[in-house]
């Protein structure tokens, strides 16, 4: 299984921009599909973002459609998930999990987890 480390989060204001990355150890790290939860507190997890195995094709929830970006760079074993006009609601614990199969919405489909990274966006 590939082993995944989330980096990036931090404190923004309302409006502002991060990027979050998700690095991953092993040689098949290009055979993984990379999607992005997040889990605000009191709330269940949610999809944010997928990015398919060769990087053609991606996945937004409508929350943040328009607004952030998911991209990845095999070579580094890193999958980026650049995040702009940034609201208070978009508070929450970010995770990357990885799946050998198509871009799927649900975590229950994904067996590898990062530990996550904090995101807070102060209005």
């Known amino acids: 299984q590939v082993q995944l480390v989330e980096s990036g989060g931090g404190l923004v204001q309302a409006g502002g921009s991060l990027r979050l990355s998700c690095a991953a150890s092993?040689?098949?790290?290009?055979?993984?599909?990379i999607g992005w939860f997040r889990q605000a507190p009191g709330k269940e997890r949610e999809f944010v973002a997928g990015?398919?195995?060769?990087?053609?094709?991606?996945d937004y929830s409508d929350s943040v459609k328009g607004r952030f970006t998911i991209s990845r760079d095999n070579t580094k074993s890193t999958v980026y998930l650049q995040m702009n006009s940034l609201k208070p609601e978009d508070t929450a614990v970010y995770y990357c999990?990885?799946?050998?199969?198509?871009?799927?919405?649900?975590?229950?489909?994904?067996?590898?987890w990062g530990q996550g990274t904090q995101v807070t966006v102060s209005s």
């Open positions: 999990a990885a799946r050998r199969a198509v871009i799927a919405t649900h975590e229950l489909d994904y067996g590898s």
């Open positions: 092993g040689r098949t790290f290009s055979t993984y599909t």
């Open positions: 990015i398919s195995w060769s990087g053609s094709r991606t």
